[in-house]
């Protein structure tokens, strides 16, 4: 049996009908590419990040792997970004319908971003905020929907809390550790996992060690709530 190999349209059918056919071979390879580089990512740790690419301050990062990562730092990322992390598939519906109310009032854009959703910006896409935004986000819903499938709750945490920046110049819950405290993510504290949480958002601009105000008090509410997280085993899906 012969097998013939695909062949271009031909042109007699007419440019929409020839464009129609690049954009299909296009969104085909795309979902291909996409797939198989979340199963490569699943058993790999992710090497590098668009966003630590384009960081002007370099990069610090130390994958570690999350059986050397303090079990406080897991319940402080859930208290302070996420505490329906386990009973989701990947989008808090309550918290985006929040967050479209309160855009609609105006002022500044705040998101309703899960730590799925943000793993798979911080790992597959890029940061911004102008009209390329609209078409990351259709691209992370994508790559949120693959890496729930594939990589399961633990995976995404794991990854999760190595390349999310942790300060300027700073990724991941290991290179934070050693940065402010001297010591390994496997030692954090309930009040340092706090802090390192409560910087999440703007790293930027909230500092972990020495914190004042609005951020000393954030840290100070995430490490209670991440009791709260431990005691009602809010973490679970991560460790069972």
């Not at 854009?109 to 905020?129: D, E, H, P, Y």
């Amino acid at each position: 049996m012969r097998f013939l190999k695909p062949s271009r349209p031909a042109a007699k059918h007419g440019f929409t009908y020839n464009l129609g056919w690049w954009i299909g071979r296009i969104i085909v390879w795309f979902l291909v590419l996409s797939l198989g580089i979340t199963v490569l990512y699943k058993f790999v740790p992710v090497p590098i990040t668009i966003t630590m690419i384009a960081d002007p301050n370099g990069f610090e990062k130390d994958w570690t792997p999350l059986s050397r990562i303090d079990r406080n730092m897991v319940a402080a990322v859930i208290a302070g970004e996420d505490a329906k992390f386990c009973s989701h598939q990947g989008f808090d519906q309550e918290a985006i319908e929040q967050a479209i109310e309160r855009n609609q009032q105006g002022g500044k854009l705040r998101g309703g971003s899960t730590i799925s959703q943000q793993t798979a910006k911080n790992v597959f896409l890029w940061q911004g905020w102008g009209w390329d935004r609209y078409a990351r986000k259709g691209l992370e819903v994508w790559f949120t929907f693959l890496i729930e499938h594939v990589w399961g709750k633990r995976r995404i945490m794991e990854v999760y809390l190595n390349v999310a920046e942790t300060g300027i110049g700073t990724y991941g819950v290991e290179a934070a550790a050693q940065r402010y405290y001297k010591k390994s993510a496997a030692r954090l504290t309930r009040v340092e996992a706090a802090r390192i949480a409560a910087a999440l958002p703007s790293p930027k601009k909230r500092a972990v060690t020495g914190a004042k105000g609005f951020t000393r008090r954030h840290g100070n509410a995430i490490a209670a709530r991440s009791g709260v997280v431990r005691n009602e085993a809010l973490d679970a899906c991560v460790y069972r």
